[in-house]
């Protein structure tokens, strides 16, 4: 936690006004010992904790709130990076904190053809990796391959627990009911 605020003593404000400019003084000056965002720190000192990798636009889903057109939702769109670009980008990150929480999400990420070798390529360089996923491409040999990946935990969107709110809101029939699934493989 951070460092306490310091308290007005209103009985020792009976004093002297130095010592009511000493009281108001010290609350408003900063200690030495914290360092202000002008104290010399450059963003190299400063570590991501979590990062949200976007790694495609396609999608199974037909969500009214999605901003992607059909066709970019199936194909990933021309400004999808290659698997090697995803490798360049994670090894980037990796330069700066390893050990932060990495969430691979898209679009749909499980679309993703080369999506399990880029989620290994994170978890061999230490990245603690979990997925942000409508959970519909979820079944046993999925949750398996993500288990044994080393893949920490998955994300599913679940926007309503009535089934025919959250397909509606979602735009395909059965999607309720195929993201519990994933849930519960």
Not at 42 to 66: Q, S
Not at 89 to 107: E, R, S
């Amino acid at each position: 936690m951070g460092r306490s605020l310091p308290v007005l003593n209103f009985p020792a404000l009976a004093g002297t006004l130095g010592s009511i400019q000493q009281q108001v003084s010290q609350f408003f000056t900063p200690s030495p010992t914290i360092p202000a965002p002008h104290d010399g720190r450059t963003v190299d000192d400063f570590k991501p904790y979590l990062i949200a990798l976007n790694l495609t636009k396609r999608c199974n889903l037909k969500c009214d709130h999605c901003y992607l057109d059909a066709t970019t939702k199936s194909a990933g769109g021309d400004d999808e990076l290659s698997t090697e670009e995803c490798y360049k980008l994670i090894d980037q990150i990796a330069q700066v904190n390893k050990g932060c929480l990495l969430v691979i999400t898209g679009g749909e990420p499980l679309v993703r053809p080369d999506i399990l070798d880029i989620a290994r390529h994170a978890v061999k360089l230490g990245f603690m990796v979990v997925f942000g996923t409508n959970g519909m491409l979820i079944n046993d040999r999925m949750a398996k391959e993500l288990v044994e990946i080393g893949v920490m935990g998955m994300g599913i969107s679940i926007d309503s627990l009535d089934p025919q709110k959250h397909n509606r809101f979602r735009g395909v029939p059965g999607a309720w009911e195929a993201a519990l699934a994933g849930i519960d493989p």
